[in-house]
């Protein structure tokens, strides 16, 4: 049991560059998430979804989007990198009624120069 | 005012020490809260749920107070290694499913 899998761990880009930040769990969780941490700072809702084919902007979604077509995969796709979205991202799942805890993945570390 | 707010420290103690910290909430129909612990920036680590009127976990109690929309966090005889960010959890707005996290709270246990 895999849990929530990120992919990268790691990622440098230049401005203006396009990425996908890949997310999948194996836990049949509903409800997933986006977030961002920068440096001595909380978590940032990037963007949620509370099933297949259902997405919803969080706190943060400007420069972001993402898509839900199976239960299991959540990307996030980053168009025209910026510095300011250099930040370390969090995909999460939790159970069908979001009143469960978070299950993390390890996390995206992406540095945008 | 913030949907979830925490103060950010950091909160120095010395090993031993009891320890409290607040997490205030705006979405009044919240039923459910969490606190996590993170290292490093390191994925958060659950710690605790908390769904009723509070939660008890050896040395950590989770309290929730609706009437004044707030949650917190104690921890008595301070370790080490108790030294993280703890992070709390709310939904956030009216929105089902809406997860926001405070801006987490610094926690340095000096020997």
């Known amino acids: 049991n895999a849990g929530v899998t990120q992919t990268p761990k790691f990622r440098i880009l230049k401005i203006g560059q396009s990425m996908t930040l890949q997310c999948t769990q194996d836990?049949?969780?509903?409800?997933m998430y986006w977030y961002r941490q920068d440096p001595g700072m909380g978590l940032k809702l990037i963007y949620y979804?509370?099933?297949?084919?259902?997405?919803d902007k969080g706190e943060v979604p400007n420069g972001y989007n993402v898509s839900r077509s199976t239960t299991e995969d959540f990307p996030l796709r980053l168009e025209l990198a910026a510095p300011s979205q250099t930040s370390v991202y969090f995909c999460?799942?939790?159970?069908?009624?979001?009143?469960?805890?978070?299950?993390f993945g390890n996390g995206t570390r992406l540095t945008v120069t | 005012r913030k949907e979830v707010e925490q103060d950010p420290g950091p909160f120095n103690v010395p090993e031993g020490a009891t320890v409290a910290f607040n997490c205030t909430y705006s979405?009044?129909?919240?039923?459910?809260f969490f606190w996590y612990r993170q290292d490093c920036r390191k994925e958060p680590k659950l710690l605790m749920s908390?769904?009723?009127s509070g939660n008890e976990d050896g040395r950590f109690t989770a309290q929730l107070n609706r009437a004044s929309q707030y949650i917190s966090l104690l921890i008595r005889d301070s370790k080490l290694s108790d030294s993280a960010t703890y992070l709390c959890?709310?939904?956030?707005?009216?929105?089902?499913?809406?997860?926001?996290f405070g801006q987490g709270t610094t926690l340095q246990v000096k020997p």
């Open positions: 999460a799942s939790t159970w069908r009624d979001g009143n469960s805890p978070l299950h």
């Open positions: 836990m049949n969780h509903n409800y």
């Open positions: 979804s509370v099933g297949a084919g259902i997405t």
């Open positions: 979405n009044s129909a919240s039923q459910s």
């Open positions: 908390v769904y009723s």
């Open positions: 959890v709310a939904p956030g707005g009216s929105n089902t499913g809406k997860l926001i």
